[in-house]
């Protein structure tokens, strides 16, 4: 769907939900699916601000769809320019819906500058997925506002948030409030070790399917079910199929997919969005044969 289809095809209250917030009650509507924004002080919007918002709708619609979504995970201490330009050139070709960028360790410099270049570069829209409050960006589309509910470590569960919030309210991000369950991959990943949590064990789906119940309870946005990158082994189909059964919000999955049959299956399970890292940092060959298997998945699922 182009953007022009996006905009013409969603109603008032979508359009003021999502741009509501950004331009205060100075919206106007003129009949169903016809909208035309007054600036505030009757300036005119800057073509930035308009493009901004239609990128923010194409983000919410994609969301919300029924597809299945592709999103690769760009760490930026784990790309080089040369790898970066290469899988943004890949991924242009082979239907990516999101760039998610961020890591649990970024010890160098890239953070901003990766952002940028994806945005210079491409047309799908990048993500934050923070590992920390310090990973914020004004340049990206969105940030995965998240709050690890699987753990016990209030750092985690709101402290960083609270340091986070003012800031991404005044980079005037639009953020997504996502319920993140850290799972046993079968290995200690960094992110349990820098979070200093526990991660839900792989043969407890009851355990995931409670915690992901209370964060939609709680009103996040979507759930994120992460073995942790270049996890030995992915989240278990039948704890996907448990949680998706029990939640009505989109259900992100994430760490150790490793290839297209791997993505068909948990595609399969009830993924609404696959994350794919560590193995495309590699291989970034392997990108095509999984988007299809993805996007394949769509089609038998209807
Ligand atoms: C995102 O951490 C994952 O949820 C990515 O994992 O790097 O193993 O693909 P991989």
């Keep these: 769907m182009g953007c022009f289809e996006t905009l013409c095809g969603l109603d008032f209250p979508v359009w003021k939900k999502i741009c509501g917030k950004k331009f205060g009650n100075n919206l106007g509507v003129s009949g169903k699916n016809f909208v035309w924004f007054f600036g505030r002080e009757n300036q005119a919007f800057t073509a930035f601000t308009i493009y901004r918002c239609i990128i923010v709708v194409m983000l919410y619609t994609k969301l919300k769809s029924s597809s299945k979504q592709l999103a690769i995970l760009i760490d930026p201490d784990k790309h080089s320019q040369e790898s970066l330009t290469q899988l943004v050139d890949l991924a242009e070709n082979a239907r990516t819906d999101f760039f998610f960028v961020g890591g649990s360790l970024l010890l160098e410099d890239r953070f901003e500058k990766t952002i940028s270049y994806i945005k210079e570069h491409s047309k799908i829209p990048v993500i934050i997925f923070p590992g920390n409050n310090y990973q914020i960006s004004a340049k990206a589309d969105a940030i995965l506002f998240l709050s690890l509910i699987s753990g016990r470590n209030p750092e985690y569960l709101i402290g960083q948030q609270v340091i986070a919030a003012p800031l991404i309210k005044e980079a005037k991000i639009e953020t997504i409030s996502t319920g993140y369950l850290l799972i046993d991959g079968g290995r200690v990943s960094t992110t349990s070790y820098i979070t200093q949590t526990v991660p839900i064990p792989n043969d407890k789906p009851d355990i995931a399917v409670a915690t992901a119940l209370a964060g939609e309870m709680l009103g996040m946005k979507l759930i ?66 999984i988007s299809l298997a993805v996007h394949s998945t769509n089609k038998v699922s209807g």
């Design 224 to 289: 994120y079910l992460e073995a942790g990158s270049g996890a030995v082994n992915s989240v278990s189909a039948e704890m996907i199929k448990a949680v998706k059964k029990n939640i009505s919000i989109p259900l992100i999955v994430g760490g150790g997919i490793r290839s297209a049959e791997q993505a068909e299956e948990i595609c399969k399970a009830g993924a609404d969005i696959i994350v794919v890292g560590n193995v495309l940092e590699k291989k970034p060959g392997l990108l095509m044969e």
